[in-house]
């Protein structure tokens, strides 16, 4: 994953609402939840829901399957897990390829 797709997914979740959404979405598992039911749960307006869940679903965050007249949200968590994979990819590998930044205060030298 590049750092602007991490970003875009993260700035998502970033928000309170969309972030309710995502969690809520987490919890209904597997099969998910409708729109109605979502809205239902968390009494967001319609016009409010459409407009958050359509950033979700723009992030990959979210798919949608239309039923009938119901429409199916559900949380990708291969997607969720490729972000948290993206965070984690460099943990603990440490500087020492990385160049010295100037006027850094954690250097070695002895005054």
Request: glycine share 10%; proline share 3%; with cysteine.
């Amino acid at each position: 994953m590049d750092i602007d797709t991490a970003a875009k997914r993260l700035a998502e979740l970033g928000n309170r609402t969309r972030l309710e959404i995502f969690r809520l979405l987490v919890r209904g598992g597997q099969q998910g939840l409708t729109i109605g039911e979502i809205q239902a749960r968390l009494a967001v307006p319609a016009s409010t829901l459409a407009f958050h869940l359509r950033g979700l679903v723009g992030a990959g965050l979210v798919e949608q399957q239309r039923d009938g007249r119901k429409v199916w949200c559900r949380a990708r968590y291969d997607v969720l897990n490729g972000v948290l994979a993206f965070l984690k990819e460099e943990c603990c590998v440490g500087f020492a390829d990385a160049p010295a930044v100037p006027g850094d205060e954690r250097d070695d030298k002895v005054a």
